[in-house]
């Protein structure tokens, strides 16, 4: 299945900044659900997908006089809500792997145990609710790093720079990651699809 990218563009900063409360309430339609899809892939609650848009918007309100409009604003609202959704990591597992940094981006990526060829696979089979579970909790498994790069540009469209742009990273790390994440899941889909192989 695959998800709507959000319109790009359709928001006046300049309106935003004088104060325009249709342009305001367009952003606010235009964003709130990839940026709360986002938390909840990212956060697995929907209380904590909620918060993260309320701050999201609440703090891109605040700001919004100093934002200067060097990149869009979809991912200057990505920015922000990842700042939140890894604060709120931080504050759950204070204890766990860095978030928002890999030491060993610029390595190659490990290859995969497992990986099965899903050429063979019937189409249904590929869509069906019980496969697209199973993607959901490899992505959960992901470490938040690699999730994000994931969710942002593969299921949320945006660019290599944008996403770049949104998590604070190099253009280079985001590939590194996408390319790790994208190697990690297929692994551990290839264990659920081993079984479905006709």
């Not at 695959?2 to 309106?15: D, G, I, R």
């Not at 700042?83 to 490990?110: A, C, H, Q, V, W």
């Amino acid at each position: 299945m695959t998800e709507k990218a959000p319109v790009k563009n359709e928001v006046s900063l300049e309106a935003l900044k004088a104060g325009d409360k249709a342009e305001l309430a367009r952003m606010v339609e235009l964003y709130s659900e990839p940026i709360y899809r986002l938390g909840l892939k990212m956060l697995g609650s929907e209380q904590d997908a909620e918060d993260v848009l309320q701050e999201t918007f609440m703090k891109a309100l605040r700001s919004i006089q100093q934002f200067e409009g060097r990149s869009s604003i979809s991912t200057w609202l990505y920015r922000i809500a990842m700042n939140e959704i890894f604060l709120t990591l931080r504050k759950k597992k204070p204890m766990e792997e860095s978030l928002d940094g890999y030491d060993s981006d610029s390595e190659e990526p490990e290859k995969p145990k497992e990986i099965i060829d899903w050429c063979c696979l019937p189409e249904n089979e590929l869509m069906n609710a019980e496969v697209r579970k199973t993607m959901s909790q490899a992505i959960e498994k992901l470490s938040p790093a690699l999730r994000s790069v994931f969710i942002l540009r593969d299921m949320n469209h945006l660019s290599v720079k944008e996403t770049a742009d949104a998590l604070g990273i190099s253009e280079a790390a985001v590939k590194t990651r996408l390319l790790r994440a994208r190697l990690q899941l297929r692994e551990d889909l290839s264990v659920y699809f081993s079984h479905k192989m006709p």
